[in-house]
């Protein structure tokens, strides 16, 4: 069954820049080192604080999830931005009912 992860992420406002071009590598890096594990890594950005970012990321079961949380890149993610995010807040959701064929 898939996993969806969503995060809050508030970076200091002289980070922003330096903070969102390294979170898109990120997920980019992600997409490309996880296939078939990582199936989505969305990053939003809120239109009114610009320190506010919003994170949607379809992993394909909880091997996925875990495989991403422990790999390489992940770690120097977090070593690279620790520094300039100030709040983090994450969920983890479940479907209530199986995906349709297809969806």
């Given at each position: 069954?898939?996993?969806?992860?969503?995060?809050?992420?508030?970076?200091k406002?002289?980070?922003?820049?330096?903070?969102k071009?390294?979170?898109?590598?990120?997920?980019?890096?992600?997409?490309?080192?996880?296939?078939?594990?990582?199936?989505?890594?969305?990053?939003?950005?809120?239109?009114?604080?610009?320190?506010?970012?919003?994170?949607?990321?379809?992993?394909?079961?909880?091997?996925?999830?875990?495989?991403h949380?422990?790999s390489?890149?992940?770690?120097?993610?977090?070593?690279?931005?620790?520094?300039?995010?100030?709040?983090r807040?994450?969920?983890?959701?479940?479907?209530?009912?199986?995906?349709?064929p297809?969806?």
């Amino acid at each position: 069954m898939t996993v969806l992860h969503t995060a809050h992420l508030r970076a200091k406002p002289d980070a922003v820049e330096a903070y969102k071009a390294r979170l898109l590598r990120h997920a980019q890096t992600s997409l490309a080192r996880e296939p078939g594990g990582c199936l989505r890594f969305d990053v939003h950005h809120d239109r009114n604080d610009p320190t506010l970012f919003f994170l949607i990321e379809i992993y394909r079961d909880e091997a996925a999830l875990e495989a991403h949380r422990s790999s390489p890149h992940f770690a120097e993610y977090r070593r690279d931005t620790d520094a300039w995010v100030i709040e983090r807040q994450w969920w983890y959701w479940q479907p209530l009912e199986p995906a349709p064929p297809g969806a």
